[in-house]
């Protein structure tokens, strides 16, 4: 009888083990960084040869506006602005960080959002940042 009962307990741990193993999600590494990242990275983000922010900031402002975003919040301290605009059914949330990359330059950094979807197209940003660079040059050139 001792046997038997030893016996049920290994089978009943056995089968809570499996039963419990069964029910684990797989580990995902939410934080995980792939190549496709490193190179959406690259896409969204450009450096310019100044160190003045907040003309850099005003600047990116300025662009989004001229996009038809509707700034949602902007904070000089932070670097960061973010604005969003209708396409259609959707919400385009666009979010632009500017922060200082050395003693010589600002890296600025867009990323927009399609509803709930990022978008990882390249020609998105190059519009964009082809848009910021003619508004520098405009600023630079003192035309408003």
């Known amino acids: 009888m001792r046997k038997l009962k030893k016996y049920f307990g290994t089978l009943l741990i056995l089968f809570l083990i499996i039963t419990l193993s069964g ?3 797989p580990a995902v590494n939410a934080l995980e960084s792939s190549q496709s990242q490193v190179k959406l990275r690259s896409i969204q983000t450009r450096a310019f040869d100044t160190t003045d922010k907040k003309k850099m900031m005003q600047t990116v402002i300025s662009t989004m506006q001229d996009l038809d975003f509707v700034i949602d919040k902007a904070d000089l301290m932070l670097g960061s602005v973010t604005g969003s605009k ?28 399609y509803g709930v979807n990022s978008v990882e197209d390249p020609a998105t940003y190059q519009d964009f940042f082809t848009a910021l660079e003619k508004a520098i040059f405009l600023t630079a050139q003192q035309v408003d």
């Open 86 to 113: 209708f396409l259609g059914q959707a919400v385009v949330t666009m979010s632009v960080t500017v922060r200082p990359r050395g003693e010589k330059q600002l890296l600025v950094r867009a990323n927009a959002q």
């Open 23 to 25: 029910c684990a999600t």
